[in-house]
């Protein structure tokens, strides 16, 4: 399974969550970039038992990277993710894990290399 191409999940006040279809395990990553996904810049990158759900708590109230994403929709960012499904939640876990350990992401607080 790969990586889904990027999907716009917020811009000003509005969340676009039409685009979430997956109610799996993922591991996902949450970017900024401009309006139609150029130069996208990775932050952040998480895990979810539920894709769905989980973008659509980051679009409800942000969770712990609240400050983070409204800081940069307020700069006229665009914020992205992308995702790739996994079979499990463990799977997820160890795709995050894997990826924190190869590159460094700003707004993760730990496992970064």
Same mark, same amino acid.
């Given at each position: 399974?790969?990586?889904?191409?990027p999907r716009l999940l917020?811009?000003?006040?509005?969340?676009? +969550?039409?685009?979430? +279809?997956?109610?799996g395990p993922a591991c996902y990553k949450i970017g900024t970039g401009g309006p139609r996904g150029g130069n996208i810049e990775w932050h952040y990158v998480g895990e979810t038992v539920n894709e769905r759900q989980r973008m659509t708590q980051y679009g409800s109230d942000g969770s712990h990277l609240s400050?983070?994403?409204?800081w940069h929709l307020k700069?006229?960012?665009?914020?992205?993710?992308?995702?790739?499904?996994c079979r499990t939640k463990e799977a997820a876990k160890r795709?995050? +894990? !894997?990826?924190?350990?190869?590159?460094?992401? +700003?707004? !993760?607080h730990t496992g970064n290399r």
């Open positions: 399974m790969g990586w889904t191409r917020a811009y000003k006040n509005e969340w676009f +969550d039409a685009s979430l +279809d997956h109610e400050k983070m994403i409204n700069q006229g960012w665009h914020i992205w993710y992308h995702a790739c499904a795709m995050q +894990d !894997n990826l924190l350990a190869r590159w460094e992401y +700003d707004w !993760n």
